[in-house]
């Protein structure tokens, strides 16, 4: 008959319309909203149950089951798709809500290189003995490497500095052998007397061992006076790495040693103790008088004294580290422990 068909066609609506709303649900608040559109206070269902009452007896009893049916359907239904919901991983059903039990992201905090750290601290010791710190070039020119500082093309010493020269050949430029151009470009500007140290970064054509490495750091020193003599450089050294060390034991050696911008030139050795073992650290020694007449000092009126110090090297024995490549491997185990 089709007042009873119609009304429970009815059903067969809401169901397809729940049961549709269910499947495409894409979260768990979705699912709730569809539990509350049809059985909630104010749902579909829920209204047509409270209907019941009003109407005659012989259609509420077929209409108050059909509905009872569904009801008893959809409400399994939205259990199953809640438990299925609950499995899936958070994201997915978490859109409209943000749980803020969940542990924040540990933002990780940087540090300074080994290197820095030994830079700075050297660069404040010499700093409280007057020196100023100066920086220059990594690329330089064959003149401030080589000619002014006393080493002319075709000169043995040449040898002493594996060079790594720049393309175009022509244009004699290279990657700086050693910190030592910073003495020249120092005194062209600057008149004496002075106290400087700069430190930076040197590059030199070699195969990498545990000690050597194609890029290292110098800290080159220079002091310039009318009286500056050897055991200023003795006295400075010893300071510098007594407190570097924070070892009053330290002593250090002299050996000679040829470099053809200094007179004499020397090789620095330094020992934690009496019982320890000698090490290299520096190369030094008294400004060449050829040196002062290339930046137009004359040689009868100043004398002065300069080292090269090897920065990885004391880095190394700061930090008890064996391989210098370490150094700039960019290994985030070894750079983390600093
Ligand atoms: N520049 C030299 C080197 O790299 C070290 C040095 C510096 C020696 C200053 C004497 C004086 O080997």
């Known amino acids: 008959m089709p007042e009873k068909q119609q009304p429970l066609a009815i059903f067969q609506s809401l169901r397809k319309d729940a049961f549709d709303a269910l499947e495409e649900a894409p979260d768990f608040a979705s699912i709730c909203r569809v539990e509350a559109d049809y ?10 149950l409270k209907s ?14 059909a509905a009872n049916v569904l ?27 943000v749980d803020i039990t969940i542990p924040g992201k540990k933002i990780s ?14 660069a404040e010791i010499f700093e409280s003995m007057g020196f100023e710190i100066v920086e220059g070039p990594e690329v330089e020119t064959e003149y ?9 093309k075709n000169h043995p010493a040449r040898d002493m500095w594996d060079t790594l020269w720049l393309k175009p050949l022509e244009n004699r430029m290279l990657l700086r052998a050693h910190t030592s151009p910073m003495e020249i470009r120092y005194m062209e500007k600057n008149n004496p007397p002075l106290r400087i140290i700069a430190p930076g970064r040197c590059f030199r054509y070699e195969a990498t061992d545990a000690t050597h490495e194609f890029q290292f750091y110098q800290v080159e020193g220079l002091m310039v006076g009318e009286k500056i003599n050897f055991s200023h450089l003795k006295g400075v050294l010893e300071v510098f790495l007594k407190r570097l060390f924070k070892n009053q034991e330290i002593e250090i050696r002299f050996i000679p040693a040829y470099y053809p911008f200094v007179e004499p030139g020397i090789q620095v050795d330094f020992r934690m103790n009496k019982k320890g073992k000698w090490l290299e650290i520096a190369g030094a020694g008294m400004t060449h008088p050829q040196v002062f007449k290339n930046v137009k000092l004359n040689p009868k009126s100043w004398q002065g004294f300069a080292f090269g110090i090897g920065l990885d090297r004391i880095a ?17 185990r070894f750079i983390k422990q600093f």
Request: net charge positive; hydrophobic share 35%.
């Open 39 to 48: 059985l909630g206070k104010n749902g579909r269902l829920t209204h047509i």
């Open 52 to 65: 019941l009452k009003e109407m005659p007896e012989q259609e509420r009893k077929i209409m108050g089951s």
């Open 71 to 97: 009801k008893k359907e959809l409400e399994e239904k939205i259990k199953l798709k809640k438990a299925e919901m609950r499995k899936q991983p958070f994201v997915q059903h978490a859109n409209n809500f």
């Open 109 to 122: 905090r940087g540090h300074l290189h080994p290197i820095t750290r030994v830079l700075r601290e050297v």
């Open 144 to 152: 401030y490497n080589f000619d002014a500082l006393n080493i002319p």
């Open 316 to 332: 190394m024995l700061k930090y008890k580290i064996d391989d210098i490549r370490l150094f700039h491997s960019g290994d985030l």
